[in-house]
């Protein structure tokens, strides 16, 4: 999702949702939305089978 897309879906600014990415992207040691894909199924973080 865009971050507009995810700030209408949350009901707040796209600047939050920026900044909560980012957050997420200098934790994870990721630089885009790919690599964060990636970091996230090497982890076990993606969706299930079940």
């Known amino acids: ?3 507009r897309d995810i700030a209408g879906h ?3 600014s ?4 920026k ?3 980012n ?4 934790k994870a040691g ?3 939305r790919a ?6 199924f090497q ?3 993606g969706p299930t089978s079940e």
Request: overall charge negative.
């Open 23 to 26: 957050n997420l992207f200098a």
């Open 14 to 17: 796209e600047g939050t949702v």
């Open 43 to 45: 982890h076990g973080l």
């Open 19 to 21: 900044t909560h990415i």
């Open 35 to 40: 690599a964060a894909v990636t970091f996230a």
């Open 10 to 12: 949350l009901f707040v």
């Open 30 to 32: 990721v630089r885009d």
């Open 1 to 3: 999702m865009s971050n």
